[in-house]
């Protein structure tokens, strides 16, 4: 051997034990007596040094290392184990053992592969970009016989929301089947409020109106451009192998308008498209929550100031909800 053995001793049966001065133990297993007494045709020292080199990067401490009968004898297999207190080597000689050891080797490294790429997901600070679609509602908080309800009633479907984001998730506290992350970043939303029937937005010198247009429309429509920033502390839920299962968060948005414009299709399909600021709110705030399932996650956002200006438009909240990727 390539060390010095401080005790050589054989454990009933079929176990070779070998301790060595730095308290290291190298324990051999093998079917019988007579199986470790055919140690001598191995060329032990090649065994260890490769041993050596493969314990570098066995995953968990455990593997099976499995190599070629040319290397160390005909058809064998060293099934390696590491444990705190030594290093096991199995010998074992059957070509059935050969296949489970390869298949055993490819397993384990396709599960420590995996549990480290869960371990990065969960520690890194993740930095990304998103989309956003969903609906608009209007949530009525007073009503108004300038403002009767019936003349902006929206098109549950025609009304929708896209928005860019970019952001990152930085993780404040971290646990083994729960973590607390805060979402923060940037985007860029759309907000369409398509109307019911042939009423048309218009901007009045006292405020916003909703006349019906007197023609058949296809669509009406006031739309509005903001650029805003979310910040939403999650909880991420995991399983027992580290695996995602969901997350929930709940936080607040700050939107500032960039644009606003009305378009209206004509039944020739036609198109007018007039930009102007209709008496909005040039800043919307509120509150939102986001539910997580894999990749997707799903939000509802609800503004807590008006939409229109006060006395300038119907005294209504916007609500929407939808789907993230």
């Known amino acids: ?11 009933p049966a079929d176990s070779l034990v070998i301790r060595f001065a730095n308290r290291t133990r190298l324990v051999i297993y093998a079917p019988n007596k007579a199986a470790i ?16 080199m493969k314990l570098d990067s066995l995953p968990d401490g455990k593997t099976a290392i499995s190599q070629d009968g040319g290397q ?12 705190k207190d030594g290093v096991t080597i199995v010998i074992n000689n059957t070509e059935d053992t050969l296949r489970n050891g390869s298949k055993q080797i490819d397993k ?3 599960d420590y592969q995996s549990a480290k790429r869960r371990k990065n997901d969960r520690n890194r600070s993740s930095f990304d970009y998103g989309l956003s679609i969903g609906l608009n509602n209007f949530i009525q908080q007073s009503s108004s016989p300038a403002y009767p309800e019936d003349s902006y009633d929206l098109r549950p479907i025609g009304s ?3 928005a860019l984001s970019m952001g990152a998730m930085p993780t404040i506290i971290r646990g083994k089947y729960a973590s607390l992350k805060l979402y923060y970043g940037v985007e860029v939303a759309w907000n369409n409020f398509m109307f019911e029937g ?11 109106a909703f006349p019906d247009a007197g023609r058949d429309l296809r669509k009406s429509k006031l739309t509005v ?3 805003g920033v979310p910040v939403v502390p999650r909880v991420t839920f995991y399983n027992s192998d580290g695996r995602k299962i969901c997350h929930l968060g709940v936080g607040g948005y700050v939107n500032y308008r960039l644009d606003s414009y009305r378009k209206i299709k ?17 800043y919307r705030y509120g509150l939102m929550a986001h539910l997580g399932l894999r990749s997707l996650d799903f939000f509802v956002k609800y503004d807590l100031n008006p939409l229109f200006q006060t006395d300038k438009g119907p005294d209504v909240r916007t609500l929407t909800f939808g789907i993230g990727f």
């Open 160 to 162: 929708r929301y896209v």
């Open 198 to 208: 042939n009423n048309i937005a218009e901007k009045t010198p006292t405020g916003v």
């Open 225 to 227: 451009a903001t650029i």
């Open 108 to 110: 384990q490294d396709r």
């Open 72 to 83: 160390f004898l005909k058809d064998t297999v060293l099934v390696v184990t590491k444990k």
């Open 1 to 11: 051997m390539f060390a010095n053995a401080e005790n050589l001793t054989t454990h």
């Open 266 to 282: 004509e039944a020739d399909g036609s198109k007018d498209r007039r930009h102007s600021d209709y008496y909005l709110n040039n």
């Open 37 to 52: 007494q055919a140690l001598s045709s191995y060329d032990l020292n090649k065994i260890v040094r490769e041993m050596g």
